[in-house]
C-alpha cells in the first residue's frame, strides 16, 4: 500500500483549513507522528485515522475514496487494535477506542461491526466498573446483533458467549458458566477452520477456572493440558503463561507442591518474556511460599517407637 497518498491528502487537507502540524496533532498523537504520518513513513491508525478526519472537517470515507484504503481495511485495524489492548489487559485504553468509533458510520450503519464495539463495553464494564448486570445487558445486545440459531454460530459470536461465562464466574454462577463454555465447545465442533485461535485458548482456560472452583481438580489439568497441546500446535503463545500457573494452582490446591513448582517456573518466565511484571511478581511469590511449605513439610519426623538421645 501506497502510505505517502495518505500521507499527502493529509497534508493538503491540513493546510486548507489552516491548521499546522502541532494543531492537528493535539488530542490525537504527538507532531511528530503527523510528520510521518504526512511524509507517507507510517499508516495512521484506524482510530487516529477517524478522529484526524474530524479534525480536518471531512468524513472519515473521504480517505477510502481515493482508491487506496479499503474500508474493510478500517474496521480491521481497529478490531486488531482492541484485540492486542484485550491481550494486554489495557481496559481504559479500549474504552476510548470504542468511544471514538461509536460516532463512526463504519460502525453505526453495520451490525457486525457495531457488535465488535459493545463487545468490548461489555469487556470494560465487567473488568474495570464491575458493573455485571450493565455489562451482560449490553452483551446481549451485542450478541442478538447477529445470532441466528439457523447460522453456524460466528466466532465473534463464540467470543462474546466467552465473555458472558466469564460474568457468571465472577458472580459464582458456575453452572451457567460452564453450560455457556459447552454451548461454544458444541459450536467449536462444527469449525474446524478458526482463524481467531485464541477462542479455544480462552474456552480451555476459562472451563479449567470453573472446574477448580467446582473442586474438580484433576478434570481442571486436563483441560489446562489440551490447552497447552492445543497452543503448541498452532504455534502461539497466547494465554501459555495462565494455563500453566493454573495447573500449578490446581497442584497447589492438592497440596502436591513439589509437582506445581515447575509449572510456576514456566509461568513466571513467560510472563517476564511478555513484560508483564506485576503477575511475574506474583509468580514468583507463590513459589517461594511453596518452598516454604515444602520445607516446613519435610521436616524430620522421628519414627514411632524410636528414642531421642
Not at 27 to 54: F, H, M, N, V, W
Not at 72 to 87: G, T
Not at 212 to 231: A, F, V
Not at 275 to 286: G, H, P, S, V, W
Request: proline share 2%.
Amino acid at each position: 500500500m501506497d502510505y505517502s497518498v495518505i500521507g499527502t491528502k493529509i497534508k493538503e487537507l491540513r493546510k486548507v483549513v489552516g491548521l499546522t502540524q502541532g494543531e492537528l496533532a493535539d488530542g490525537i498523537c504527538t507532531q511528530a507522528l503527523i510528520s510521518r504520518i504526512e511524509k507517507g513513513d507510517i499508516y495512521p491508525s484506524a482510530t487516529s485515522l477517524y478522529q484526524i478526519s474530524k479534525k480536518l472537517g471531512v468524513d472519515v470515507n473521504y480517505f477510502f475514496e481515493i482508491g487506496m484504503t479499503p474500508r474493510l481495511d478500517y474496521v480491521k485495524e481497529v478490531e486488531r487494535q482492541l484485540k492486542k489492548l484485550r491481550v494486554k489487559l489495557k481496559y481504559d485504553e479500549i474504552i476510548e477506542i470504542v468511544k471514538t468509533e461509536e460516532k463512526n458510520p463504519l460502525f453505526l450503519k453495520d451490525e457486525t461491526n457495531l457488535q465488535l464495539l459493545y463487545w468490548h463495553k461489555g469487556i470494560y464494564m465487567i473488568e474495570v466498573k464491575k458493573d455485571r448486570e450493565t455489562a451482560l445487558q449490553i452483551l446481549e445486545e451485542a450478541l442478538s446483533l447477529t445470532l441466528d440459531i439457523k447460522k453456524a454460530m460466528s466466532e465473534r459470536e463464540m467470543n462474546i458467549l466467552i465473555s458472558m461465562g466469564i460474568l457468571e464466574f465472577g458472580r459464582n454462577n458456575y453452572e451457567k458458566a460452564l453450560e455457556i463454555y459447552h454451548k461454544v465447545n458444541d459450536a467449536l465442533k462444527y469449525n474446524d477452520q478458526l482463524i481467531d485461535k485464541s477462542i479455544k485458548t480462552r474456552l480451555l482456560y476459562n472451563t479449567a477456572r470453573v472446574l477448580t472452583r467446582l473442586g474438580k481438580y484433576q478434570e481442571s489439568i486436563e483441560y489446562c493440558e489440551e490447552g497447552i497441546r492445543w497452543i503448541i500446535e498452532e504455534e502461539t503463545l497466547y494465554g501459555f503463561a495462565q494455563l500453566n500457573y493454573h495447573i500449578g494452582y490446581n497442584l497447589e490446591l492438592q497440596e502436591r507442591y513439589k509437582e506445581a513448582l515447575p509449572y510456576l517456573d514456566k509461568a513466571a518466565m513467560l510472563f517476564d518474556i511478555q513484560f508483564n511484571q506485576k503477575l511475574t511478581a506474583f509468580i514468583l511469590e507463590k513459589k517461594e511460599e511453596l518452598i516454604q511449605k515444602l520445607e516446613k513439610n519435610s521436616t524430620f519426623t522421628p519414627i514411632k517407637g524410636s528414642t531421642k538421645r
